[in-house]
């Protein structure tokens, strides 16, 4: 992998990690549309880890005080019911679906899921059920009043981000909406939840890497990871800013185009 290949992708990554319109897809779409070989389910994984870290810097003031609340709850029973405390038990609650999903369906996310009909077509029914949750989602309910019952239901809907096309970030925060939140209060719900899933990928993935016969550029890896970060963290601070005063449709009319073509385009032979 050449450093310009590295670095298309790590923007890539970074643009599209935390807009609902799939990074991993992306990361098999775009190789596909210039002509380059897949770069692999693990080498995605792994540049996901610059994103992460966009997150954790971005959300560093949020992290220190959960975590701190969180284990102090567990010594005094009167600070259980602050959000901070909840918020903490809420990342563990919503992290265990996709790693229970990530061990089960190992082979088929590094195989089959790779697919571009099934990224295509994932793309637009994604895309189709964000627009249901626009339509039918209240948007009333801030983050303080996030319960037990959204963080199950968003991990769950977290796990679905490990087929490529879904968009960790597109299902989470589509959960958010049908459960009744706000639209920034989903995002930024989404993005605390995401911390130790794709962290635990992300490191998991390097291993493979380490241990694996492929013919890895880890220079172009660093590259890769590095361009994630820096694009990443302006993806952040734009979604929660726009999503204050706008809809998802410019996600949900993108999501169906692009899976449109992509079907279009694998159908015709012009890229596999």
Same mark, same amino acid.
């Given at each position: 992998?050449?450093?310009?290949?590295?670095?298309?992708?790590?923007?890539?990554?970074?643009?599209?990690?935390?807009?609902?319109?799939?990074?991993?897809?992306?990361?098999?779409?775009?190789?596909?549309?210039?002509?380059?070989?897949?770069?692999?389910?693990?080498?995605?994984?792994?540049?996901?880890?610059?994103?992460? =870290? &966009?997150? #954790?810097?971005?959300?560093? $003031?949020?992290?220190?005080? /959960? +975590?701190?609340?969180?284990?102090?709850?567990?010594? %005094?029973?009167?600070?259980?019911?602050e959000l901070d405390a909840r918020m903490g038990w809420y990342v563990i609650i919503a992290t265990i679906p996709i790693?229970?999903?990530?061990?089960?369906?190992?082979?088929?996310?590094?195989?089959?899921?790779?697919?571009?009909y099934l990224i295509g077509a994932t793309l637009i029914v994604l895309g189709l059920i964000l627009l249901a949750a626009?339509?039918?989602?209240?948007?009333?309910?801030?983050?303080?009043?996030?319960?037990?019952?959204?963080?199950?239901?968003?991990?769950?809907?977290?796990? =679905? &981000?490990? #087929?490529?096309?879904?968009? $960790?970030?597109?299902?989470? /925060? +589509?959960?958010?909406?049908?459960?009744?939140?706000? %639209?920034?209060?989903?995002?930024?719900?989404?993005?605390?939840?995401?911390?130790?899933?794709?962290?635990?990928?992300?490191?998991?993935?390097?291993?493979?890497?380490?241990?694996?016969?492929?013919?890895?550029?880890?220079?172009?890896?660093?590259?890769?990871?590095?361009?994630?970060?820096?694009?990443?963290?302006?993806?952040?601070?734009?979604?929660?800013?726009?999503?204050?005063?706008?809809?998802?449709?410019?996600?949900?009319?993108?999501?169906?185009?692009?899976?449109?073509?992509?079907?279009?385009?694998?159908?015709?032979?012009?890229?596999?």
């Amino acid at each position: 992998m050449s450093w310009f290949e590295a670095i298309i992708l790590g923007i890539a990554q970074g643009l599209t990690e935390f807009l609902p319109v799939s990074s991993t897809g992306h990361l098999r779409i775009v190789p596909a549309f210039l002509g380059w070989e897949d770069p692999g389910a693990y080498f995605t994984a792994v540049i996901q880890l610059g994103t992460m =870290l &966009a997150v #954790v810097i971005y959300f560093w $003031r949020d992290l220190v005080r /959960i +975590t701190g609340t969180w284990l102090a709850s567990l010594r %005094r029973p009167e600070l259980r019911g602050e959000l901070d405390a909840r918020m903490g038990w809420y990342v563990i609650i919503a992290t265990i679906p996709i790693g229970v999903a990530g061990l089960a369906f190992r082979d088929q996310i590094e195989t089959g899921a790779r697919n571009l009909y099934l990224i295509g077509a994932t793309l637009i029914v994604l895309g189709l059920i964000l627009l249901a949750a626009e339509k039918v989602g209240t948007r009333t309910r801030p983050l303080t009043d996030v319960g037990r019952r959204d963080a199950i239901w968003v991990g769950i809907a977290q796990a =679905l &981000a490990l #087929v490529p096309g879904t968009s $960790r970030s597109g299902a989470t /925060i +589509t959960a958010g909406l049908f459960l009744g939140m706000e %639209r920034a209060a989903a995002a930024r719900f989404s993005f605390l939840l995401s911390i130790p899933a794709v962290v635990l990928s992300g490191l998991f993935g390097l291993t493979e890497l380490v241990n694996s016969d492929d013919d890895v550029s880890f220079v172009a890896l660093s590259i890769s990871t590095a361009a994630a970060f820096v694009v990443g963290y302006a993806s952040i601070a734009f979604l929660l800013r726009y999503l204050v005063s706008h809809s998802t449709m410019i996600f949900v009319v993108y999501r169906v185009a692009l899976g449109a073509l992509v079907l279009a385009l694998t159908a015709s032979g012009t890229i596999s």
